[in-house]
């Protein structure tokens, strides 16, 4: 399910990129830190920005 279709200028995939992020968001509170890092392919500095700061 689409919210904006994609053929839209702009804002038809940026409802894509927004629900990519709240989702890599909330599994950064469910899943465990060191494991989701584990399993990351990309660029380790990306997951680490899009998680934030580890909470002490």
């Known amino acids: 399910m689409d ?3 994609d053929f839209l200028p702009v804002i038809g995939p940026l409802d ?5 992020a709240l989702a890599l968001r909330y ?3 469910q899943v465990p ?3 989701l890092l584990a399993a990351w ?3 380790p500095r990306l997951i680490e ?3 934030g700061q580890p909470s002490a």
């Open 33 to 35: 830190r060191d494991v």
């Open 16 to 20: 894509d990129i927004v629900v990519v």
């Open 41 to 43: 392919p990309g660029e």
């Open 27 to 29: 599994a950064g509170r």
């Open 49 to 51: 920005r899009l998680l």
């Open 3 to 5: 919210l904006i279709p």
